[in-house]
């Protein structure tokens, strides 16, 4: 994390009120819950939608990658090699600019990528739909998978969660 080639994060705003309206995701409030199928997580057209504005800051800055995240589990269609595939050739197409979206962890598990990241402060990281800082709720699909992804891994969760009854930072599996 002290690469003299890493930069600091640029955040990059992306209101869709217009579009997803009072929706969970833009408003916080009845979330999938903690047994919920990860179906119930789907957002029409959300890693779409994050790419496009990456892909134009991208354009700006000259910036040839991008990183994203999904894993084996996703099952969303703008989650798989050929959407990322067919999205680097468009921006090729609409900008000139040869764009790489980089997807290293598609064919892990979570528990597959708490051990790859086991020396990584993990605590910092937020799987959370709906965080309180870092603190993550506890309640939600997002927090279940985190907590059955630590256990998979037989690795200390080191995630702090609001929901009483829910593994806490001093837990282990």
């Known amino acids: 994390m002290n690469s003299p080639r890493l930069e600091s994060v640029k955040v990059l705003e992306l209101p869709m009120l217009d579009i997803i309206g009072s929706d969970w995701t ?3 409030r009845n979330p999938p819950g903690y047994r919920a199928p ?3 997580n789907y957002i029409a057209g959300r890693n779409l939608s994050l ?9 700006e800055a000259r910036i040839g990658e991008i990183a994203m995240a999904p894993l084996e589990a996703n099952p969303f269609p703008d989650a798989r090699r050929k959407f990322f595939s067919a999205f680097e050739k468009a921006v090729e197409l609409g900008t000139g600019l040869r764009l790489r979206i980089v997807t290293p962890f598609v064919a892990m598990t979570k528990a597959e990528v708490i051990t ?3 020396a990584l402060p ?6 959370c739909v709906r965080p309180r800082g870092l603190i993550h709720c506890g309640a939600c699909t997002k927090c279940a998978e985190r907590m059955a992804g630590f256990r998979a ?3 200390v969760d ?5 929901t009483a009854g829910r593994p806490t930072a001093s837990r282990t599996y």
Not at 51 to 59: P, W
């Open 51 to 59: 790419l496009a504005k990456a892909a134009l800051y991208c354009v």
């Open 26 to 28: 833009t408003t916080g």
């Open 122 to 127: 993990l605590r910092f990281t937020i799987t």
């Open 116 to 118: 790859l990241g086991r």
């Open 153 to 155: 891994a037989r690795i």
């Open 38 to 40: 990860i179906e119930s």
């Open 158 to 162: 080191p995630t702090r969660y609001a």
